[in-house]
């Protein structure tokens, strides 16, 4: 029985002008707010040789501050989840959107190194609470639309990744704090469009993203899907930056001269971000379970196909394009199949954050025994692991209702 008609099974929940979560307004605000979050963490990677100038530093230390972003950027989400439903949703962002800002400005300014680590950290739990706080809403403010608004949400972010190198190579990297401040400055006027974010959410209902229906999952714990759901997102962070770190390396070690292998590595960037906008007219016809596999299956043959050399660049843009929906099509799946846990979405957020910080050194450790030819068979190996996961939760959340 095709997915199509499973999806039309499901009486859609629209929100109404009384429960509507975000205005027109708010929602450009908040495209634009994952802009800035996308830009921010793109900005340290490229800002390294200026940070060891000025400050000293190893490759190591300097690495840091992208690390405290992503430590805060997990105590975010985790903190605000826990806040979540008691401070509102305004003030939630609201302080996240000024702990951002703040926490450039210092990073900017900071006369130490372990003053501008502290920045980061500060910045990174505003971008937690943000990533959070925003992904939460449009996962149960849209009804059926949610899958294809947080897929152009997300897209959103990746702009803002590819916008932050692009504006450090313009201006050089000595002029990072210039740009830090700037990013700060961007921050403040979204605070002005918060009225237009409803305070209090509605709390997501089966059949509410028009995919699954109910939250009974077939025989499992509930224990157990939420476990597969966060396996599914470490395993696919971590494989989404194994190929941002890694495919340079492996391109050149198959042949392949060093400005093109960047200019690859940014075409793979650059197919995540199309990839998203390309999905959401599709989310709206298909559920999230179909969407999901394709996207699984999809990336796995991209990178089976990366170890020919001839092929790997192209098949890397395809890992990119694949890749780009499960993130953001995987939270509605999630609220729909697990409607009373309410922190499950603050887990596999938290989880991809995590996922992104292992994926280096454990994909290192791993090149170290197979040598960098291996890198996209490694991570194929891990793109067979979600496909399996997926196809577990598909049976553990199917509908109990018969099919037509």
């Not at 070690?253 to 197919?271: D, H, R």
């Amino acid at each position: 029985m095709p997915d199509t008609s499973t999806a039309q099974e499901v009486k859609h929940i629209r929100p109404t002008p009384e429960t509507r979560v975000f205005s027109p307004v708010a929602v450009v605000a908040s495209c634009v707010g994952f802009v800035l979050i996308g830009a921010l963490q793109a900005l340290y990677g490229p800002a390294i040789p200026a940070f060891r100038d000025e400050f000293g530093l190893s490759p190591s230390a300097a690495g840091l501050g992208l690390s405290a972003h992503f430590v805060g950027g997990v105590v975010g989400v985790l903190l605000f989840d826990r806040l979540y439903g008691r401070l509102g949703n305004r003030r939630i962002l609201g302080t996240s959107y000024l702990l951002m800002a703040l926490g450039a400005a210092g990073f900017a300014l900071a006369p130490n190194w372990p003053a501008g680590l502290a920045a980061a950290l500060l910045a990174g739990l505003g971008f937690g609470g943000i990533d959070y706080g925003l992904n939460q809403l449009f996962a149960v403010g849209f009804g059926h639309r949610s899958t294809a608004m947080l897929n152009i949400l997300n897209a959103h972010f990746g702009v803002g990744a590819i916008l932050g190198p692009a504006l450090i190579a313009a201006v050089g990297a000595e002029h990072y704090p210039a740009l830090f401040l700037a990013f700060a400055a961007a921050n403040l006027p979204l605070l002005l469009c918060l009225r237009g974010v409803r305070d209090q959410a509605p709390q997501p209902a089966t059949g509410a993203t028009g995919s699954e229906v109910g939250g009974s999952a077939l025989g499992r714990s509930l224990g157990s899907v939420l476990a597969v759901f966060v396996a599914l997102y470490v395993l696919h962070v971590g494989i989404e930056a194994g190929v941002g770190g890694w495919e340079p390396t492996h391109l050149e070690t198959v042949g392949y001269g060093a400005g093109a292998a960047a200019t690859a590595t940014s075409v793979y960037w650059l197919m995540m971000t199309v990839g998203r906008f390309l999905v959401a007219p599709i989310a709206l016809r298909y559920p999230p379970r179909t969407i999901i596999t394709v996207s699984c299956a999809g990336m796995t043959v991209c990178l089976l196909l990366a170890s020919v050399p001839r092929l790997a660049p192209y098949a890397y843009a395809g890992v990119g394009l694949f890749i780009a929906p499960i993130f953001p099509t995987g939270l509605p799946w999630l609220h729909a199949a697990a409607p009373r846990a309410r922190r499950a979405g603050a887990l596999v957020i938290a989880a991809s954050m995590i996922g992104g910080v292992v994926a280096g050194p454990a994909l290192g450790k791993a090149i170290e025994w197979s040598g960098v030819r291996a890198v996209p068979l490694l991570l194929c190996a891990v793109s067979a692991l979600c496909l399996l996961a997926t196809l577990w939760l598909i049976r553990a959340t199917r509908s109990n209702s018969p099919s037509p």
